[in-house]
């Protein structure tokens, strides 16, 4: 079958848009050089991985576990149904983290990652940032297994621990950075993602807050006596996330929103003059 056929194959069961994007990956293409090839053909072996793969997009699976992986910060995250597909917003909290570590820190630092699924948070800063040593944290064995292949993949030394939250951490750090679970165990979600991503990575109890304060009780064991906490955060939960944490001596919070001017990133400065 030629390219041209294989996306009017994939174009039955899904949208145009995913059925280019998966062949495109599949071929090792952009989308742009892979319309430009239509009457090329494509490989049997290629063809049946793209038939079976358009199926289980048809029966609702998110494209990045379809796929195998996603681009975060410009670099390529293997993901599958154990970790949550990293997302653009979480970009911003990385970019913002980045800034504020590179105008109030001295390296070298130390930087945890909290509840690091793929290891997008973590091994991002590890690559953008010199002299940093980066921890990667997570309650599921099986997350930290991706985390360990994207290291891998990245070519990063950084350190894992398996745990939750705090329990078996024995370091301070300067940086901790997280995107907790913040969804409400009654909050209405998309299916796809209800479907599909780990609950364990999305429902944060009853009031979405459980994990904030979680981090909370065991923070000032864990940080340097100057410290910087990044969090994202629900668009609705900024008043409440910031409560949590406001009981700190010496702290300054300041709340971040994001390109769709929403309330989304948390920044806990302690000892810090911004």
């Known amino acids: 079958?030629?390219?041209?056929?294989?996306?009017?194959?994939?174009k039955k069961y899904v949208h145009k848009t995913q059925a280019e994007m998966l062949l495109a990956t599949l071929l090792n293409v952009n989308s742009l050089e892979l319309l430009l090839k239509l009457?090329?053909?494509?490989?049997?072996?290629?063809?049946?991985?793209?038939?079976?793969?358009?199926?289980?997009?048809?029966?609702?699976?998110?494209?990045?576990?379809?796929?195998?992986?996603?681009?975060?910060?410009?670099n390529i995250f293997e993901v599958n149904e154990n970790v949550l597909i990293p997302r653009f917003e979480t970009e911003e909290l990385v970019e913002n983290t980045i800034?504020?570590?590179?105008?109030?820190?001295?390296?070298?630092?130390?930087?945890?990652?909290?509840?690091?699924?793929s290891g997008a948070?973590?091994?991002t800063l590890k690559k953008k940032l010199n002299q940093v040593n980066v921890t990667?944290?997570?309650?599921?064995?099986?997350?930290?297994?991706?985390?360990?292949?994207?290291?891998?993949?990245?070519?990063?030394?950084?350190?894992?621990?398996?745990?939750?939250?705090?329990q078996n951490v024995t370091g301070k750090y300067d940086v901790i950075i997280s995107n907790p679970p913040y969804i409400r165990n009654d909050e209405k979600i998309e299916d796809i993602v209800y479907d599909?991503?780990?609950?364990?990575?999305?429902?944060?109890g009853?009031?979405?807050?459980?994990?904030?304060?979680?981090?909370?009780?065991?923070?000032l064991n864990h940080v340097k006596d100057k410290f910087l906490l990044a969090l994202e955060i629900g668009d609705e939960q900024k008043e409440d996330v910031?409560?949590?944490?406001?009981?700190?001596?010496?702290?300054?919070?300041?709340c971040k929103k994001d390109l769709s001017r929403r309330d989304r990133m948390i920044f806990v400065f302690r000892n810090i003059d911004i």
């Open 39 to 74: 009457d090329e053909q494509v490989d049997s072996k290629i063809v049946a991985d793209y038939k079976k793969k358009i199926m289980l997009l048809q029966e609702n699976k998110p494209i990045q576990y379809v796929i195998g992986n996603v681009n975060f910060y410009g």
């Open 242 to 254: 910031i409560k949590i944490f406001s009981d700190i001596e010496n702290v300054q919070i300041i």
């Open 206 to 219: 009853d009031d979405g807050l459980s994990l904030y304060r979680q981090i909370r009780i065991g923070l």
């Open 99 to 117: 800034k504020f570590i590179n105008k109030y820190f001295p390296y070298p630092i130390d930087i945890i990652d909290l509840g690091t699924g």
């Open 121 to 123: 948070i973590g091994l």
């Open 136 to 166: 990667l944290l997570d309650i599921s064995k099986e997350a930290l297994n991706v985390a360990k292949k994207n290291a891998e993949n990245l070519q990063l030394k950084v350190q894992f621990i398996e745990s939750d939250m705090w």
């Open 1 to 10: 079958m030629t390219i041209e056929e294989l996306i009017c194959y994939g």
């Open 196 to 204: 599909n991503e780990p609950h364990l990575a999305l429902f944060g």
